[in-house]
Nanobody
């Protein structure tokens, strides 16, 4: 079974950076892409970024445009999300989802989700 596991979250100050990791175990021949979404308490889930395992397709959410970089290491079954110039509004639980097709920012299209990693950005 496909199981993403997120790591790399933490508590940082505004302006700092974090590198989040999504390691996907149990990948199948149908595995195609990974997306990152975040959710703060009382707020809707927001799209952050997505990348195909082959690296051909990438997409960034409006909220992190210019401040994030996503890339895949296919051989390591790992997707990295680099977040820079973090702001308090970036605070939330960051979830990694895996999909068998390109879903971009469409969260219901992602089929397997991790438990999330907490990112807290102090003002």
């Amino acid at each position: 079974q496909v199981q993403p596991v997120e790591s790399g979250g933490g508590s940082v100050q505004a302006g700092d950076s974090l590198r989040l990791s999504c390691v996907v175990s149990g990948r199948t021949r149908d595995s195609y892409a990974v997306g990152w979404f975040r959710q703060a308490p009382g707020k809707e889930r927001d799209f952050v970024a997505a990348v195909s395992w082959n690296g051909v397709q990438t997409l960034y959410g409006i909220s992190v445009t210019g401040r994030a970089a996503i890339y895949s290491d296919n051989a390591k079954n790992t997707v990295i999300l680099q977040l820079n110039s973090l702001e308090p509004e970036d605070t939330g639980v960051y979830y990694c989802g895996e999909a068998s097709r390109w879903n971009a920012a469409y969260s219901p299209g992602y089929e397997h989700w991790g438990q999330g990693t907490q990112v807290t950005v102090a003002a």
